[in-house]
């Protein structure tokens, strides 16, 4: 049998563990953490899980579970939001003032009495500035906002939750316009833990239909205590400034500008307000159609106006120029008609003159036809008496025949042929005796 | 007149005979009367026309 060891029980030792803490920790101290897990029981007594990571890794280093006690959490919670406009929530850095407690059956817990809002505000600003110069230093900063608007921004993806009063305001302020927008919801908690997932989410499922809208508007109804980090939370804002499409925002602050509003196309305060935009903007856009059509009315006036005075002055010009044109030609016909008259004149009287030379000559050439044709008729019957037969015989000329034809050539005739010889006052007959050829 | 000529024409020619040369003198003297009367007709006519 062994000789029993020298030894506590478990309770002393935790009330020696106990009383050394507390003797060591007598009073509140000071202790930056931040919240990984906050719950608010039925009793009301807020239960925390303080988490502390590595700088660069976001490793924890260091946990511990933390309280506030129903007896102090409402006036620290609410001094809190005050102070840093943000409700207690997982993920925030805060600065505790905190008890060191130790309890026999739960082990170690910090009790927190107070918190420096200040702590946290300047925690916020800080991370808020390392999103800006990160996405400056990505190149990304100005993106979305040289996105080109379009003239007219009518379909609008709204990233929003469903039940918040801000979509509600926004779709209200929309219908009162009576334009005819098209709005798609799609929903994200806007709000909470998961928000910014669930935007970053809900942007992505826009950003795949990206052509069927205008325009993205990112709304979140509430007032100014609900929190802002998730708008100022890098992968968001990365997300905000590199999105496809025109984003509005309408996240429902006044106090501090996110760093997802820097970003955005358009930055506007409420849901209401981003809706105001939309229906100026629709406004201006009608109002520059109202004006067009005006000034497409005076064009159209002024043309036709102008086409009338002209027509006016064609048909003036018309007149004229025809009456002009009438009487251009009256005096031309005038002309020619007295050239006429006179040409006409002109040719009768050379006509008489000619009639009247024909007829004062008409006799003489008559006779003189007349003569010419007697002359001949007395030269041919001068030739016509020289041929005469009985004529010639009576110079001494006469016919010679043999069987009753006359002989031109003794070759007619033999000796001995009977001859009948005509003169001029009667015949003899006789032979032929001899021939002699000349 | 033109039978005149042709007859004139042959004369000129003295492709005829003695014995037709007697009928176409007879022919040409009746047509030469035959115009002279004509002629005279004309002459007479013409001075009717023209003195009205």
């Known amino acids: 049998m062994s000789e029993q060891k020298r030894h506590i029980t478990l309770s002393e030792l935790q009330r020696a563990v106990k009383e050394t803490l507390t003797g060591r920790f007598a009073l509140p101290l000071w202790v930056a953490a931040e919240v990984a897990d906050l719950k608010v029981n039925y009793s009301g007594h807020c239960y925390l899980e303080l988490v502390e990571k590595g700088e660069r890794d976001g490793v924890p280093r260091a946990q511990a579970r933390a309280v506030i006690w129903r007896s102090a959490y409402g006036r620290v919670a609410a001094q809190f939001e005050a102070g840093s406009g943000q409700r207690l929530a997982p993920g925030l850095k805060i600065l505790a003032r905190v008890l060191v407690t130790y309890h026999e059956l739960y082990g170690f817990s910090l009790q927190i009495v107070d918190l420096d809002a200040a702590y946290t505000l300047g925690d916020m600003e800080r991370r808020r500035q390392q999103t800006i110069a990160q996405l400056q230093a990505d190149g990304v900063w100005d993106m979305n906002r040289e996105l080109p608007l379009p003239t007219v921004v009518q379909r609008v993806a709204v990233v929003s939750s469903r039940n918040a009063a801000g979509y509600q305001d926004f779709c209200n302020e929309l219908k009162k316009s009576g334009y005819a927008y098209r709005l798609e919801l799609f929903d994200a908690f806007m709000q909470g833990e998961q928000a910014e997932e669930s935007i970053i989410a809900a942007l992505e499922a826009v950003a795949e239909r990206a052509d069927g809208f205008d325009a993205v508007a990112v709304i979140r109804g509430g007032g100014s205590t609900t929190d802002l980090n998730c708008f100022n939370a890098y992968r968001l804002c990365a997300h905000v400034a590199q999105f496809p499409l025109p984003v509005l925002t309408g996240i429902g602050h006044d106090k501090d500008t996110s760093v997802a509003d820097m970003v955005a196309a358009v930055a506007l305060k409420t849901p209401t307000a981003v809706a105001g935009w939309l229906n100026e903007r629709m406004a201006a856009f009608e109002a520059r159609l109202d004006n067009a059509a005006l000034q497409l009315h005076a064009a159209v006036t002024e043309l036709i106006h102008n086409d009338m005075l002209r027509l006016e002055r064609a048909s003036s010009e018309l007149r004229r120029t025809a009456a002009l044109a009438l009487v251009n030609r009256r005096s031309r016909l005038d002309r020619v008609a007295a050239d006429l008259r006179m040409y006409a004149s002109r040719v009768t009287l050379q006509r008489r003159e000619r009639l009247e030379q024909i007829e004062r000559q008409l006799p003489e050439r008559v006779a003189e036809f007349l003569r010419r044709r007697s002359d001949r008729l007395a030269a041919a019957e001068e030739v016509v008496f020289a041929h005469a037969p009985e004529r010639v015989m009576r110079l001494g000329f006469s016919v010679v025949r043999a069987g009753g034809r006359a002989l031109c050539s003794i070759d007619a005739v033999q000796a001995g042929d009977a001859l009948e010889i005509e003169l001029a006052d009667g015949r003899v007959r006789g032979r032929v005796e001899e021939k002699t050829k000349k | ?52």
Do not use: P, Q, W, Y
């Not at chain 2, 039978?3 to 042959?10: G, K, N, V």
């Not at chain 2, 040369?21 to 007479?44: D, N, Y």
């Open chain 2, 1 to 52: 007149m033109a039978e005149i000529e042709s007859i004139l024409a042959r004369f000129r020619s003295e492709e005829m005979n003695v014995d037709t040369l007697a009928a176409e003198v007879r022919r040409a003297t009746e047509l030469i009367a035959s115009c002279k009367e004509r002629l005279k007709r004309a002459e007479a006519d013409v001075k009717t026309v023209l003195g009205e």
